[in-house]
């Protein structure tokens, strides 16, 4: 009898046991899947937020085979070792059974299978770099022709309020334990909207993020469109075509997008176009410099311009969009207490350096800045920094395209049953035909965009207003009061109302103004 007993005790401590490994084995999947995540580019961040829901399918599918696992051991039943072992480093080594989120080739599923080390600060704090220092900081000139001494203000005042809303948008990632610990219990932007709407609405806070994504990436690649065309007529005006035209030959090259499986070559282009972009900033600057003695002082006023001056925030906002791929990036570091230092020092640098750039190069052309400043340069030398601007355009719009599709084909084609569409890809992994009309009706609606509203300023506010500060402003400050508001101090709550006050204004506003050009550039070039 007695051995009896002990048999039954030693078998409930071995289920026990195994139990607890299984959890504990889905959950670190969970964080492999996403160790493949390290952007290369501004652009390539992006990607980010695309593949979070993915893995959080796989990651669902991961649980519900322990519960199922739990309730057969609990009736009696046993479980193969060999089921249960494959479908635990199903995220890891890319084995188990396929799903309908999964293709070959497929951006997410190729990242994920690779056991890569998690990154470290000084690599993160690269990523956030090249996200918030992009090339749309071309534009920031623009933005103090129309603002003067506030628009530098907003330039740091923007870097102090999305570093603190990337802080408190990490904040909502956790929970604390029994104990006391805080343990991380979700894991991207759509699972803490999703925790905010939850229970009445569990899914409407994803759908939100979902489409202010899809918009801002979208918006994206109609900018990289619009400036490719703008550089290459501003170089070469002697030639007999049009910004339209030059539109056009830019989308012509980047139809080949439709037929992207995988963005490794991409990727490695884009990084070397990163640095040659770096470098042409230092240029810009340079020139700026050698010409101080020219410049004027007394056009830097203290006035705005009240209809210009509200798509100017946008502009600046959108310099500092990161946000929507914080919570991977934080996910993958080795060290994530370094998080909040990583965001000091890396908006501390982006504040300086944008500022530096934005006032010296208004300073050298004061009135007469462009909205692109490299417009602004001598014919000879801007040609030849245009060209290098369009080739890193060119090579940077894959990136927000292909995870705009991902977002996509996810939400419409691959969504199991709840799906609006059949799946876009065949058995075998090809992608079919209404998959690919779908690819290059996106590459044509950049273009028409490009071509009736070739106004990068007004499309930056406008991207700025509407999904840079809903995202960066709006939405993180709102999901920090209503997950964490009983932790809260007053001052801490102060912050978060006044963020989101004074970020609801300036979106409403620069999305108006943004709007009300928008709409009487697109008459004019529809009449002209």
Known sequence: MATLIRSKISNKLSNAASTVTNKSQAKVSGMFARMGFQAATDEEALGFAACDDLDYDHRQGLQMDILKNEEMEGAGMTVEDGSMEGDSHYQRDGTGPSSSASKDGGMCNELASQDKPKITAWEAGWNVTNAIQGMFVLGLPYAILHGGYLGLFLIIFAAV????????????????????????????????????????????????????????????????VVVSGNLMYNSFPTLPVSQRSWAIIATAALLPCAFLKNLKAVSKFSLLCTLAHFIINILVIAYCLSRARDWAWDKVKFYIDVKKFPISIGIIVFSYTSQIFLPSLEGNMQKPSEFHSMMNWTHIAACILKGLFALVAYLTWADETKEVITDNLPSGIRAVVNLFLVSKALLSYPLPFFAAVEVLEKTFFQDGGRAFFPDCYGGDGRLKSWGLSLRCGLVVFTMLMAIYVPHFALLMGLTGSLTGAGLCFLLPSLFHLKLLWRKLLWHQVFFDVAIFVIGGICSVSGFIHSMEGLIEAFKYNIHD
């Open 161 to 224: 309020v999305c570093c603190y809303t990337g802080k408190i948008l990490i904040a909502c990632l956790y929970e604390e334990n029994e104990d006391g610990q805080l343990v991380r219990v979700r894991d991207s932007y759509v699972d803490i909207a999703n925790a905010c709407c939850a229970p009445r609405f569990p899914a409407l806070g994803g759908h939100i993020v979902n489409v202010a994504q899809i918009i801002e990436l979208v918006m994206t690649c109609i900018l990289y």
